[in-house]
Each structure stands twice: as structure tokens, then as C-alpha cells.
């Protein structure tokens, strides 16, 4: 069956610190990768999405960044944390079909 | 472009009353919809889906939700809460992307 895999759960970084979230994903090839942040009373907003190695689009401007550099590895960094980056970072993965997205348990980043 | 309306940021109600939680979307072309529940301090997980075919959809545990294309609405249905059902839960609309509306808190109060 297929996993999900995120970390940290949690994470406290100084304003201006660099930042890198991984997720990962097993039981499956070629997925949709997905990063998505949740701030409070704002739902969740689509920040990246890969549907192949090396194969990136942006969805909103912003401090962030993503890569991937192997099928089932999604990372998500910024070289220099800004307050307004706090939030849950939720990643998710997608087969072929419409049958939805599939979370990972996200991560609760603190910018202080 | 697609996009979904919660009319209800949050919802109280007793444990063991019936529950309904609104969601509107809006697409130009075929939808596929979703609901999640989002429990504190965790990821999401799929409730149900509607693709294609019945209307009415059954999810985990014993919610329901209908499909009303005229109306544009996939509502979330459950007849009898527990306080376990206390959660944040999320309308989805896939066209390209899995687009969602802003949530809705279900407070069950004993």
C-alpha cells in the first residue's frame, strides 16, 4: 500500500534562517506531488505541485521554493524565513484518476 | 477557474443531533468532489467522494453527502454526531488541482 511520509512534525526557526521540509512517498511510481500551507482562517492554499522529476510549477509568488530530485521526493525550502511564512504545511500525492489526494500529517513551522 | 464556498465557518451542536455542513462549488467544466476531516494538529483524510454516477455518497464514518448539480452543492450529512466527530472539515473541488474552501470547525458539545 501506499505512504506518505513528512518531516519534522514540528519546527521553530529564527526570521532569516533557511528552511527545508521533505516529503516522501512509498508504494507508488510517478506520482503528482503536492505542497500545500494552511493559515489560520485562510483553508489551505496550493503552493507547488511537480508531476515528474525536475518538473515544477509555482502557484503563487512567494519567499518558498520546491524541488524534486527523485520520483517519490518532494522538498520544500526558502534560503531566508520571513514571520509570514509560519503555518501547516501539508504535502500530498496524487495517482492518475480523480480520485483525490492522499495527505501527509504536515508540519507546524513557527517563524520567530 | 473553479472554486468552492463553505457557507459555515463553524458549527456547534449537541452530540447526537443530525449535522449538515454546507459546501457550493463552482466549475465550467465536470467536477469531481470531495470532502476531508482535518483533526487538530493533523494531516487531512478523505471522508468521501462523488466522481460520477449516485448522487448520494457514502464516506467513513457515517457521513453521507449529496450531489446537486442544478444547485451546484455537495453537502455533508451525518443523523447522529459523537463528540469524536469534533473536527475541521473541508469541501474539494478537482478539475486540474484540488482546490478547497476555507473549512468548517464541527464543535459536538456533550
Known amino acids: 500500500s501506499q505512504t506518505i511520509h513528512q518531516w519534522p512534525a514540528t519546527l521553530v526557526q529564527p526570521v532569516g534562517s533557511p528552511l527545508s521540509l521533505e516529503c516522501t512517498v512509498e508504494?507508488?511510481?510517478?506520482?503528482?506531488l503536492y505542497w500545500y500551507r494552511q493559515a489560520a482562517g485562510r483553508g489551505l492554499q496550493l503552493l507547488f505541485y511537480?508531476?515528474?522529476?525536475?518538473?515544477i510549477s509555482s502557484e503563487v509568488p512567494q519567499n518558498l521554493s520546491a524541488s524534486r530530485p527523485q520520483d517519490r521526493q518532494f522538498i520544500l525550502s526558502s534560503k531566508k524565513l520571513l514571520l509570514s511564512d509560519s503555518g501547516f504545511y501539508l504535502c500530498?500525492?496524487?495517482?492518475?484518476?480523480?480520485?483525490?489526494?492522499?495527505f501527509g500529517s504536515g508540519t507546524r513551522l513557527t517563524v520567530v | 477557474a473553479q472554486s468552492v464556498t463553505q457557507l459555515d465557518s463553524q458549527v456547534p451542536v449537541f452530540e447526537e443531533a443530525p449535522v449538515e455542513l454546507r459546501c457550493n462549488y463552482s466549475?465550467?467544466?465536470?467536477?469531481?468532489l470531495f470532502w476531508y476531516v482535518q483533526y487538530p494538529n493533523q494531516g487531512l483524510q478523505l471522508l468521501l467522494k462523488?466522481?460520477?454516477?449516485?448522487?448520494l455518497v457514502k464516506g467513513i464514518n457515517g457521513f453521507e453527502a449529496e450531489f446537486n448539480k442544478s444547485q451546484t452543492s455537495f453537502h455533508l450529512r451525518k443523523p447522529s454526531v459523537h463528540i469524536s466527530d469534533t473536527a475541521e472539515y473541508f469541501c474539494?473541488?478537482?478539475?486540474?488541482?484540488?482546490?478547497f474552501g476555507k473549512g468548517t470547525k464541527l464543535t459536538v458539545n456533550p
Open positions: 466549475s465550467s467544466v465536470s467536477v469531481y
Open positions: 508504494g507508488t511510481s510517478n506520482p503528482n
Open positions: 474539494a473541488v478537482l478539475s486540474e488541482k484540488l482546490v
Open positions: 511537480s508531476v515528474g522529476i525536475g518538473q
Open positions: 500530498a500525492w496524487a495517482g492518475t484518476g480523480y480520485y483525490g489526494y492522499t
Open positions: 462523488y466522481l460520477s454516477g449516485s448522487t
